[in-house]
């Protein structure tokens, strides 16, 4: 891939739904935090130029630190995030200069290269585009009252994840409309599309979970588990 990338890891929520006191992103997954998982993944792809990490203002001097001891050399500023989502990613974007933008959560340690290699290759292709994949249940819109107002076809519905991919002047004047407009959106695609931009979808895989809740983590370690075991099997049979 000629292209090179920066990414911006957003990582400045505190994750009340995983019911810990220390947020979700820097709890232990096996032997480092989740946040270092993810951030190795990205740092060891030679597409990646810069990281921009955004954390909360108390978390700042402690991922310095793992900046350091972990050898993340790809990481090239550790920001201060800003109330919502969407303002931390305008910050972290601010900070990067290459032409073209991954915005990925800092709770999604296992997204494989191949899958954000997919979601790349799309972006050059039409300008933006996102990780996702196709929605197993059969989704019901349920009214107020909680009664079912209607059931879509399921074979329209994707369940959207990171990276998002996108030329970054494009993701750019996208958030400062936004900003402008006073609008939030619920991702950064959301963002891009109210502009009339299209946004593609690369398809990619379930085990790119994000830890949200505390049934999350065990079944983030047993994948974890299983990859490492498959990696360390391919080993021993090129020996």
Same mark, same amino acid.
């Given at each position: 891939?000629?292209?090179?990338?920066?990414?911006?890891?957003?990582?400045?929520?505190?994750?009340?739904?995983?019911?810990?006191?220390?947020?979700?992103?820097?709890?232990?997954?096996?032997?480092?935090?989740?946040?270092?998982?993810?951030?190795?993944?990205?740092?060891?792809?030679?597409?990646?130029?810069?990281?921009?990490?955004?954390?909360?203002?108390?978390?700042?001097?402690?991922?310095?630190r793992w900046v350091?001891?972990?050898?993340?050399?790809?990481?090239?500023?550790?920001?201060?995030?800003?109330?919502?989502?969407?303002?931390?990613?305008?910050?972290?974007?601010?900070?990067?200069?290459?032409?073209? =933008?991954m915005v990925h959560?800092?709770? @999604?340690? !296992?997204?494989?290269?191949?899958?954000?290699?997919?979601?790349? $290759? +799309?972006? *050059?292709?039409?300008?933006?585009?996102?990780?996702?994949?196709?929605?197993?249940?059969?989704?019901?819109?349920?009214?107020?009252?909680?009664? =079912?107002?209607?059931?879509?076809?399921? @074979?329209? !519905?994707?369940?959207?994840?990171?990276?998002?991919?996108?030329? $970054? +002047?494009? *993701?750019?004047?996208?958030?400062?409309?936004?900003?402008?407009?006073?609008?939030?959106?619920?991702?950064?695609?959301?963002?891009?599309?109210?502009?009339?931009?299209?946004?593609?979808?690369?398809?990619?895989?379930?085990?790119?979970?994000?830890?949200?809740?505390?049934?999350?983590?065990?079944?983030?370690?047993?994948?974890?588990?299983?990859?490492?075991?498959?990696?360390?099997?391919?080993?021993?049979?090129?020996?």
């Amino acid at each position: 891939m000629e292209a090179k990338w920066g990414v911006v890891i957003v990582a400045a929520g505190r994750g009340t739904r995983m019911g810990t006191q220390e947020s979700k992103q820097y709890l232990r997954l096996a032997d480092k935090p989740i946040l270092v998982h993810t951030l190795e993944l990205f740092g060891s792809l030679g597409f990646v130029n810069e990281i921009a990490l955004v954390v909360g203002e108390d978390d700042i001097e402690r991922c310095r630190r793992w900046v350091d001891d972990y050898r993340l050399d790809k990481v090239t500023s550790v920001l201060r995030g800003g109330s919502e989502r969407q303002h931390s990613v305008a910050v972290g974007l601010q900070a990067l200069r290459s032409d073209w =933008i991954m915005v990925h959560d800092g709770v @999604r340690p !296992l997204v494989t290269e191949t899958a954000v290699a997919s979601c790349c $290759r +799309v972006a *050059l292709e039409k300008g933006a585009a996102v990780l996702a994949v196709p929605v197993k249940d059969t989704i019901k819109q349920v009214d107020a009252a909680g009664t =079912i107002v209607s059931t879509p076809d399921r @074979r329209s !519905l994707w369940a959207i994840q990171t990276p998002q991919a996108f030329r $970054r +002047v494009i *993701l750019l004047e996208a958030h400062e409309r936004a900003a402008a407009e006073g609008f939030l959106g619920t991702d950064d695609a959301m963002v891009v599309e109210r502009m009339g931009v299209p946004v593609a979808v690369a398809e990619g895989d379930y085990t790119n979970i994000k830890i949200t809740t505390p049934e999350d983590l065990p079944y983030a370690e047993f994948l974890l588990a299983q990859r490492q075991g498959s990696r360390a099997s391919n080993g021993r049979g090129e020996q």
